[in-house]
Each structure stands twice: as C-alpha cells, then as structure tokens.
C-alpha cells in the first residue's frame, strides 16, 4: 500500500441506471422478454414466468439450445475467425482457438458422446483440469441435450464420488493431470480412487495433458484421442425447453451434504447474457480473461457460457497465479493484451503482500475495466488493485452472487451506466433484482444497519432447486422470510443506496473464496478413528479472507500429539480437498453449547479470532469455554 491518497475514479452524470432499474422492477416479464429476445431461440417462449413459489420456470415452451448460442451462431458470422479461446498453459505452452476451431472441436466431442451413448437427459461427471477440453466437454453436452456436472480438479476422490453418486452419471471425462506449480497433478489417478466408490459409472474418457503414466481398465476407459479418431465432423443441436437443466453444480451449505445446485438452460442463459454486459461492458474488440477455475460457478458463467454467448474472445490460463514467477497473470495480460480482467480479493491481497515492483515490471495499458467476485474486498485491497493493476485508470466492478444466484446480482454496471464507485462496496443492484437488507423480522433494516441480504422477485438465473431433494431448496433459502430467497448473507444498505456484503450469516466459511460448509469440515474430522467430536470456525486472514480453524475432542485411548494433527489434516484433504485444509487444530476435552446441545461456534470463533467472546448465558458449562481458550492460549505460547 502506498501512502498517497486515492485518486477519486472519475465519473459522468447519473440517471440511465435508475431509469433501467426501476423499469425493470414495474415490469420484471416485460424486461426479461425483451432480454430474451436478444437470444436466438428455436421456438419462443409461450409464458415467461411461471412461479409456483419457491419454484421458478422462465420461458416455458421456449427451445434453445447452449451450445448453438456459444458456438454456432458465431461462425455464421464474421466471428468464425475471431479468437474465441486464447489458452495458456502452465508449463508455457499455448493453443489458440477460434470460434471455428471451437466448432469443430465440439462438434467432435459430441460425436464422441454420443458413440459413447450419452444423449438428452443424461448427465456427464467432469473431473478435468483448466484446459480447452473442459468447456469443449461442457459445450458438447449442451449440443445432445445432456446435463453436465463439473467437479472442480481440486476436489479430493472422495469428494467426486459424492457428487458422481448423487447425480446417478454413468459417464465420467478426466485427464492424465494437469499442471499445478510445475508437477503434474494425477487426476486420473485420483479419478481411480473415486471410481472404486462409484459403481454406477460404466465408463471414463480420459484426456491426455500431462503425459504421465494411468491405468487405463480395458472396456472402461478410453483415451480422448483414440475415441476422436471415429468421431461424425458434425452432430446437430438438440434443441431443448427453456427449463431443460444445463447443468448441475455442487455447493456447501449448512449440512454436512454438499447441494446439487440446477441450473436451468433459459433463464441461466439470458440472465448470464444481459449481466455480462451490463456488468464487464463487453465489446468486440475486448479481450476478457477470468482467472476462476471452471470447476466453479465462476468460471461456469463467466469464463465459459457468458462470454462465449457474447462471442467474446477469452483467456484460459491452466496453473498457478505465482508459477514460475510473481509476474505470471501480469505477464498473461501483457501477452494477450486483456482489457477486461476478473479475479478474486484473495489474490489481489496475495499480490499486494508480495510488492507492486512485480505488476510494475509489465505492461498493463491494455486494461480498461477490473473485476472482483467471491468474498468481501477490503478498501485497502481495492486501493491497490485500482492502483497497480488498474493504473489508476480502470473503474473495478464489485461483483456479488452465489452458485445458486446463476450469474452477477450487486454490481456496478458499467454497461448501462458506471456510478460512482465506493470502495469496498458491490455497488447497486443489477436491473430484475429486488435485493433488500431486512432484520432478523424481515422488516427492511435502516440505513447503515447491518442485516440479511435477501432478494424479493424470482429472476431468470436462479436455481431450479436442488438436485433429488426440492424439501431442502424451499427449505434453505425460502422458509427463514417466507416468500423472499434468503441469500445467508450479511449486508448493509448506506444512504444513498450502496449494499455492503458482510459475509457469510450462516455456516458457511468462504476460504480464499471458497466455500465450504462447518458440517462437511466436521463430517470429514470425525471420519478419523480417533475423533469423538469436532467444530469447524473461521478465523480471518489477511489474505485468505478466513481461514479454518477446528477444535477436536479425542476418544478415550488417544492422545494429542503433532503426528495426530498431521493424521486429522490429512484425513480431512482426504475427504474434502486441499481446500479444506485447516490452519490450526486444538485438542479440547469440552465444546462450548447452548442448553439445547448447540455448539456455540460464535464462542469458538471468538476464541480463535482472539476477541471479546460476548454473551454466554445461554452456555451450558462455562468451564468448556475456559478450556478452549486454555488450549488455545497453550497452542499460542508454543510457537
Ligand atoms: O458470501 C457471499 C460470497 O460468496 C458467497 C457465494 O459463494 P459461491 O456460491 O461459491 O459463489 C462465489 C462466486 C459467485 C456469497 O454468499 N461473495 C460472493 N461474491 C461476493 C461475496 N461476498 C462479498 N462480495 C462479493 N462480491
């Protein structure tokens, strides 16, 4: 952080937003058709909002199709030789793809599929690294009219079996590996693990990245390029209806079960389309480059169906931010000449620790508009960003949403209009969204007032339900304040109408963006055979925004020891991924609860946050809160 003070973004008068905005909130149907009309549809929609609350149709009657929005639209056009992927890989090599290319290579996958007998309705396990192949896989499963469910490369084998299970796929594409700081992780080989647990899965597809050694099980899997080698040059689009899901995508909530979030093809798609645009003011020209890994919704609906929708040149980059060197996304921007550029408050605060000298080093004229999405950013953050990758030059877009929201919710929207911005705040609501701060009642709470940020009208993007369990999705989001979606999130409205996200109101734990459940985390711990009870907490972190800190009662029999903390870390990588990996475990004999048996993890956050720990007089034994501060305190002395 340098110690001059800011230089004040520059702004152009304000009325264009408000306009749109509060047209759309009189007439939410009418806006979103004309939306939608922006779309190529096979056949128009016959309703455009059926909602049985909390269940959400848009578009009904309407066919579309994902893959012939992103791709075969295009090459009808002059984009047919625009770049629609520049992709770059960790070790330095490169592939370029245009829309054509795009084409032809997904129309080859769907062939692929389809000889492998995947077709409509049917749902594909992805377990792939950031090459081409995944929104390759992703766009071709649109094409046959079948659901995709990508499982983010960093998830551990147990953690894919889990969702492969869930979802019933018979089909699962993996990799080889891919390129993780200079060694290749060995997906396949953890894909093994996974499938031993998964006997619903009749046969993988395996890409070959990394060129290191599999197993290959004859009559289950088959290399990507072998199976090429028989693929159709071309397979039609299988128009769909509107509400047919695109796609499946798992997120952590408040159980220990992570929830199958469906998305809807329609809505998600025109959502995604107007969103893009109105936030990231995208235009011909642009190159945009979001450094989220596919595996999240992140990357589903901006690094994949957004822009491509948008015929939108886009960069992919394969590894690590700070591989080989500090300058490795700067040198990315540089080379490709991004205009538009997307990350995470995780990574700017990583950046920031390390010194500006190391954005300074390239050149970084091409950008014109910053982006930030997944947890809270700090001004300080802010300030840096819009300094020293932003030249001072860049408006930063604050972008709130969630896997379940579909695509961006709070912004600022350049695209419309850019109002002043504030730093540290997500700006304004996007237009269709009726987003409110209300207390614990549901009154709307008053200026400044922190609350809970939930949002009053049903809008295209939003999640059909959760995948096999509908009682869980009205459930989660629409019983706490009945007839609005309550996002588990804290926010303030200020005066002049800005929405501050606070973080997580329930137990969620967002690690340097994300998000992880209390209950998974604890799930995993007790899985260990010398585990009787754990409580996962967050503790905040200067860069990760929160890390996980978890205190452990041991049975009877076994003792803390630094080789059992390495034992529990380890299990809980096992379980859930190197994500989940927590900071500190404490061996305690008792965990502070409520009367009724809830643990008071407002106590334990306390405790490991080393602030005031409030009000106890619910607890049930105060002895246990001293204990877990004593372990706590004896932990501290010991480093
Ligand atoms: O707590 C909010 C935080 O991330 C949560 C959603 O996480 P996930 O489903 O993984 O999706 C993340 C990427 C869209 C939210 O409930 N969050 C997301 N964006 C922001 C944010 N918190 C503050 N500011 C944001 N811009």
Not at 159 to 164: S, V
Not at 169 to 178: E, F, N, P, S, Y
Request: aromatic share 12%.
């Amino acid at each position: 952080m340098t110690g001059s003070a800011p230089q004040e973004p520059k702004y152009w008068p304000l009325k264009r937003y408000f306009e749109v905005y509060d047209r759309s909130l009189r007439d939410p149907e009418g806006f979103w058709a004309e939306e939608a009309r922006k779309l190529d549809w096979f056949r128009t929609w016959d309703k455009v909002l059926d909602w049985s609350p909390p269940f959400a149709r848009w578009f009904v009657g309407g066919e579309l199709n994902a893959c012939h929005l992103c791709v075969d639209r295009h090459i009808k056009t002059w984009r047919k030789s625009k770049v629609a992927i520049y992709w770059e890989g960790e070790p330095g090599d490169t592939r370029v793809l245009s829309y054509s290319t795009l084409y032809r290579e997904v129309n080859r996958c769907a062939s692929v599929l389809k000889n492998l007998g995947v077709g409509k309705g049917d749902t594909v396990a992805l377990y792939l690294p950031m090459i081409p192949e995944l929104p390759i896989f992703m766009l071709a499963c649109g094409r046959i009219g079948a659901t995709h469910t990508v499982v983010f490369s960093g998830f551990s084998p147990r953690a894919l079996a889990d969702r492969i299970n869930d979802i019933g796929a018979k089909l699962l594409v993996t990799a080889d590996g891919g390129f993780r700081r200079g060694t290749p992780m060995p997906l396949k080989n953890m894909a093994d693990e996974a499938l031993e647990l998964t006997p619903g899965v009749e046969k993988t597809v395996v890409v070959n990245r990394a060129g290191i050694a599999v197993n290959m099980r004859r009559g289950r899997d088959f290399w990507y390029h072998h199976l090429l080698e028989d693929a159709e040059a071309s397979v039609s689009v299988e128009p769909v209806e509107s509400t047919h899901p695109l796609y499946i995508l798992y997120t952590s909530g408040t159980t220990g079960k992570p929830k199958g979030i469906v998305h809807s093809t329609g809505g998600y798609l025109v959502f995604n389309y107007s969103t893009y645009q109105w936030v990231f003011d995208i235009k011909e020209e642009s190159v945009y480059w979001c450094t989220a890994d596919v595996g999240w919704v992140t990357g589903h609906s901006s690094i994949v169906y957004a822009p491509l929708a948008h015929g939108a040149a886009i960069v992919m980059y394969e590894g690590a931010p700070d591989y080989p060197t500090l300058d490795r996304w700067w040198d990315i921007i540089e080379k490709y000449g991004v205009t538009t550029f997307y990350t995470s408050p995780t990574a700017i605060r990583m950046f920031m620790a390390h010194g500006e000298e190391w954005p300074a080093r390239r050149d970084l004229s091409s950008l014109e508009l910053l982006g930030t999405v997944g947890e809270p950013i700090n001004p300080e953050a802010w300030l840096w960003y819009y300094r020293h990758i932003g030249g001072e030059r860049c408006p930063i877009v604050d972008t709130w949403w969630q896997t379940e929201t579909g695509g961006t919710m709070i912004s600022h929207a350049p695209g419309i209009e850019l109002l002043p911005l504030k730093p540290g705040s997500a700006g304004f609501p996007l237009p269709g969204i009726d987003a409110a701060v209300v207390d614990e009642s549901g009154q709307p709470a008053k200026a400044g007032e922190k609350g809970l940020l939930i949002i009053r009208k049903p809008w295209p993007g939003m999640l059909l339900t959760i995948h096999g369990n509908p009682e869980r999705y009205q459930e989660a989001y629409w019983k706490r304040f009945p007839g609005a979606y309550y996002t588990g999130d804290y926010a303030v409205k200020d005066e002049e109408g800005y929405f501050w996200l606070l973080g997580r109101a329930d137990e969620v734990i967002k690690v340097a963006g994300h998000r992880l459940g209390t209950l998974e985390l604890e799930n995993a711990a007790i899985s260990h055979p010398a585990v009787a009870e754990s409580a996962a907490v967050s503790k905040p972190d200067p860069v990760k925004g929160d890390t996980i800190v978890m205190f452990v009662i041991l049975k009877e029999g076994f003792e803390a020891s630094p080789a059992l903390t390495k034992e529990i870390v380890g299990q809980i990588r096992k379980m859930v991924g190197p994500i989940a990996t927590p900071e500190r475990i404490f061996f305690v004999g008792k965990l502070p609860k409520t009367r009724s048996g809830k643990i008071m993890r407002r106590v334990l956050k306390a405790v490991a946050s080393e602030v005031p720990i409030g009000d106890v007089s619910t607890l049930e034994d105060g002895a246990s809160v001293d204990e877990v501060r004593a372990a706590y305190e004896a932990l501290e002395e010991e480093v």
